[in-house]
């Protein structure tokens, strides 16, 4: 049962994001935003991020007069590639931003999850017969004896 019951909260605190395109002057402290970096900016920032970053992953900090603050999650390199960070801060100026994102929660997707995973659990549930669907046998009834 106890196994039933973690599983459950399991699915339910399983989401789903995506990153949008930022629609007021400047975040929330604290959301998760993704910065992509202009040319320029990926080998201006080289000697803080490392060569070839182009996208930073992290949470907003606040302003700077210098630029942005985030605690760096995750960069992604222009291959592809991507490199975890331990929450490090990292300014990033304004004039090496190309574009800003914010992480939204995908309720769709989240739904569609939940659904799976309790949908999963149910069927699982059945099939092992977890649900203690059999009988013992009363008083003075035996067991079947094998074949």
């Known amino acids: ?78 291959r592809g590639d991507q490199v975890a960070w331990a929450g490090e801060t990292v300014t990033l100026p304004a004039s090496d931003i190309a574009e800003v994102q914010v992480r939204r929660l995908a309720k769709g997707r989240s739904v569609l999850l939940v659904g799976v995973g309790v949908g999963g659990l149910v069927a699982t549930t059945a099939a092992f017969a977890l649900t203690g669907g059999g009988t013992l046998p009363g008083p003075g009834k035996e067991h079947p004896v094998p074949q």
């Open 1 to 78: 049962m106890r196994v039933s019951i973690l599983i459950t909260a399991a699915c339910l605190s399983a989401a789903c994001y995506n990153y949008q395109p930022l629609t007021t002057a400047a975040p929330e402290p604290g959301t998760y935003v993704m910065a992509v970096l202009t040319d320029s900016g990926s080998q201006e920032l080289a000697r803080h991020l490392g060569p070839n970053v182009s996208v930073v992953r992290g949470r907003y900090l606040g302003n700077s007069d210098a630029g942005l603050l985030v605690s760096v999650s995750s960069v992604e390199m222009k």
